[in-house]
């Protein structure tokens, strides 16, 4: 619903060049979102992004099996799809939630962005609370957690909100959690409040076009891709190169 990309698959991420670095993913129940753990191994402390619907219990597991320590959760944007569980994974560690100020109003009340299903019907008779321990993203900063470092790029079009999170990983190879942003072969919509075409376009010409080829990119919605693969083949991606537009 909320992503252009909804797969029910799990997430193939080449870790040939990631060595020393543990990026774990799998698909939420409800729409297919993408959540991620990374790490810099086993038994360290972790970073958990997009937590969606219905994640708690493989997450719980996940996080067992590789001996992890959560130290905060990261989101790409506002969308329910992307924050249904992030209260309660912050709440049970005390840690924080980072959104980009301009999404901050999603986090409070995630039916401002939905216009086609009442948001109850997600929650399943839940009431909505946002994390105690909120912090806002900047354009062009820099997160320290975790042992790692990620440089947040505003990217709006999706949402207003909408960010990239690029962690350097090893052999120089960098990892870009694109969120809905870019998706393999596709591009997330525009057509939901908040969402803008002309914001999309600028996003992909000044934030994902001038990435490395071999950056590795984990989507919100389905598989892993490399910026290479989607600078040659994603016809949106493709268009803005050739044109500077998107039809």
Known sequence: MLGEVARSQSVSVNTDRLVNMLVKGFPADVFGTNCYVVATGPGEQCVVVDP???????????IEEHRL??????????????????TPVCGARGIPA?????????????SKAINSVDPR???????????????????????????????IDHAPGHTRGSVLFRVPGPESVEVCLSGDVLFAGSVGRVDLPGGSMDA?????????????????VLPGHGPATTIGRERATNPYLLQVAEAGTVS
């Open 69 to 86: 320590h959560p130290a905060a959760v990261l989101l790409t944007h506002g969308h329910l799809d992307h924050t249904f569980s992030v």
């Open 98 to 110: 980072y959104i980009h100020p301009d999404d901050r109003e999603l986090l409070e009340d995630p």
């Open 200 to 216: 999309m376009i600028a996003s992909l010409r000044d934030k994902i076009l001038p990435l490395a080829d071999e950056t590795v």
């Open 121 to 151: 019907m997600l929650l399943g008779g839940l009431e909505w609370s946002e994390p105690d321990d909120v912090a806002e993203l900047t354009d062009g900063a820099v997160v320290s957690v975790a042992g790692l470092e990620f440089t």
């Open 52 to 62: 969606g619907i219905g994640v708690i219990d493989r997450l719980n597991a996940l």
